[in-house]
């Protein structure tokens, strides 16, 4: 009888702990409904205020040409007051386009929304920016591709809507075209 015990308890530690290890697993992962739909919001919004000038990189040519950077760091919040942190590489790709004396730039963009490198949303695209100038103009909107996250935006798709406010703050609005509300169910 002790043997039969013994043996027992050797079989139910190790799937105690499996099952454990399996809803820890689950409670760090994606939420989701009890149909498996993952749920997600259908959007976030971020704002902050005017940009500091950014780390320009004169890569190409002597002044504005093909292959300068700008870098820039700064701090935000979503609608709720949460802070988020975002970084953006903005590559110069042409020079005098058709929009007469705009430069045409590549993108890149890292919203970080628990701490520096959790929780991530990335954005990618091109815009049109007046000449050597840092940014797009203000009252102008511009529309990006989300091209991935981390964390709890692992997996996401859309497109964010930039818009340069008129006294010079931002709202960036990530519409997720992946996203399942509460009330969907999963086929």
Not at 98 to 125: C, I, M, W, Y
Request: hydrophobic share 35%.
């Amino acid at each position: 009888m002790k043997q039969n015990a013994a043996i027992s308890r050797l079989i139910t530690l190790p799937c105690a702990l499996a099952l454990l290890a399996a809803f820890a697993v689950r409670a760090d992962g994606p939420p989701t409904s009890g149909g498996g739909v993952r749920e997600q919001p259908c959007n976030v919004v971020v704002y902050h205020g005017p940009t500091a000038p950014p780390t320009y990189i004169d890569n190409g040519l002597p002044g504005d040409s093909p292959g300068d950077q700008r870098i820039f760091h700064f701090d935000g919040q979503t609608r709720d007051g949460s802070p988020v942190v975002m970084d953006w590489i903005m590559t110069t790709t042409g020079l005098d386009t058709a929009e007469g004396g705009a430069e045409s730039r590549v993108t890149l963009g890292v919203f970080s929304f628990r701490g520096p490198d959790k929780d991530q949303l990335l954005l990618e695209g091109t815009g049109l920016y007046p000449g050597s100038e840092d940014t797009f103009v203000p009252d102008a909107k511009l529309v990006r591709a989300i091209i991935g996250g981390t964390g709890r935006f692992r997996g996401v798709s859309g497109e964010v809507l930039s818009t340069h406010l008129a006294g010079g703050s931002w709202t960036h609005e990530f519409r997720f075209s992946n996203c399942k509300r509460r009330s969907q169910r999963a086929n």
